[in-house]
């Protein structure tokens, strides 16, 4: 089965400056995805990134990139230029490919505190 | 983008009655349903797995009489928490996957069940 695992219950960065959330995971797969997603206060889930484990380039969006690690099983989250809304919990999340269960499975999150 | 309405979005209601609760895809056709449940500040657990015209999949532990879900057409797939107690009372998400994306999900609002 697999597993993913978020190691810092919590976090805080100073507005303006850079963070990273470490998520790691565990399959037998070789093809995947895995995402990161944020639930600010309104509860609702918001997609933030997503990474094919076929594609070795790191994706990006904006301020928000990914240092995925395949062989190390390991899919950190770096926000630059943090903003205050950027205060939310981020989930790490994996999923097999389409065609089998499919289901999203969730690390148990960390919660992002951006200080002005 | 596709869109999934969930209603409603908070709901209290006696120990013992019943309480349904639906998620509706806008502008696309949600094959697949997902229903997690999120207790205070965790993260989101797999409820059960709905295909649309076949019965739901539940996870191990989930009451399948407790919690009953239909997907009865392509736009439409609901949950009915029957015979509510308090230990009941949690934050219920939806999730659609999106026919065609291989990476495609979206989220309802959420709806907090509260069993007083």
């Known amino acids: 089965a697999q597993t993913v695992t978020q190691s810092q219950p919590e976090m805080s960065v100073q507005e303006a400056e850079t963070v990273t959330l470490s998520c790691t995971y565990d399959?037998?797969?070789?093809?995947?995805?895995l995402f990161w997603y944020k639930q600010p206060p309104s509860r609702q889930m918001i997609l933030v990134i997503r990474?094919?484990?076929?594609?070795?380039q790191n994706a990006t969006e904006n301020r928000f990139s990914v240092n995925f690690q395949k062989a190390a099983k390991s899919f950190s989250l770096k926000i630059s230029d943090s903003q205050l809304g950027d205060t939310a919990m981020y989930f790490c999340?994996?999923?097999?490919?389409?065609?089998?269960?499919?289901?999203?499975?969730f690390g148990k999150g960390t919660k992002l505190s951006v200080k002005p | 983008g596709a869109v999934v309405s969930q209603h409603p979005s908070r709901v209290i209601c006696k120990s013992g009655t019943s309480v349904k609760i639906e998620c509706r895809s806008l502008?696309?056709?949600?094959?697949?349903m997902f229903w997690y449940r999120q207790f205070p500040k965790q993260s989101l657990m797999l409820m059960a797995t709905?295909?649309?015209?076949?019965?739901?999949?539940?996870e191990q532990g989930v009451e399948k009489d407790k919690f009953l879900i239909n997907h009865a057409s392509l736009t439409l797939s609901t949950l009915t928490v029957t015979s509510a107690h308090p230990e009941d009372s949690s934050f219920y998400i939806c999730?659609?996957?999106?026919?065609?994306?291989?990476?495609?999900?979206?989220f309802g609002s959420g709806t907090r069940l509260t069993v007083v």
């Open positions: 399959t037998s797969e070789n093809n995947y995805y």
């Open positions: 990474q094919e484990a076929y594609k070795q």
């Open positions: 999730s659609a996957r999106v026919a065609g994306v291989d990476y495609g999900y979206t």
């Open positions: 709905s295909n649309e015209g076949s019965k739901a999949t539940y």
């Open positions: 502008d696309f056709q949600a094959t697949t």
């Open positions: 999340a994996f999923m097999k490919p389409y065609g089998s269960q499919g289901n999203l499975i």
